[in-house]
């Protein structure tokens, strides 16, 4: 499979197993950063750091659930999301995830981190 195929297939599988993991036993999740609670299929896989920056694509610590509104609010304003980040994960996440947004990854590690991603996947939502 081509990187970007591959890419798409772990895209959708890693949001999937992050929505359907952070579920209640009604298959609903609270927005992050608003009241909002809705079926799992309906929440976003929302990024901190944008999705260009490949080595924080599928880490956990830059990736949550946010409302469709909230997660396209986040892109003009990053302030909500930053302080949940404070209050809810441990100290230094934000300056870790500063460090590590311009790291560079080569196409074989990628293609490696996009495996090792889809299999996760697969092994939560089964
Ligand atoms: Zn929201």
Redesign the pocket.
């Known amino acids: 499979m081509n990187l970007p195929d591959l890419q798409d297939k772990a895209d959708l599988l890693y949001s999937k197993a992050l929505r359907k993991s952070k579920a209640d036993h009604r298959d609903m999740i609270q ?1 992050i ?2 009241p ?1 609670t809705l079926h799992w299929k309906e929440m976003e896989c929302s990024h901190f750091k944008p999705r260009k920056h490949k080595t924080l694509r599928y880490l956990g610590i830059n990736t949550q659930c ?2 469709p ?2 997660n396209q609010r986040h892109n003009d304003n990053t302030e909500p999301y930053m302080n949940w980040i404070l209050v809810n994960l441990p100290a230094g996440t934000l300056t870790l995830l500063n460090k590590k947004m311009n790291d560079d990854i080569s196409s074989l590690d990628y293609r490696i981190l996009l495996d090792e991603t889809i299999k996760q996947s697969k092994l939560i939502l089964k």
């Open positions: 927005c950063t608003c909002t946010q409302c509104f909230c």
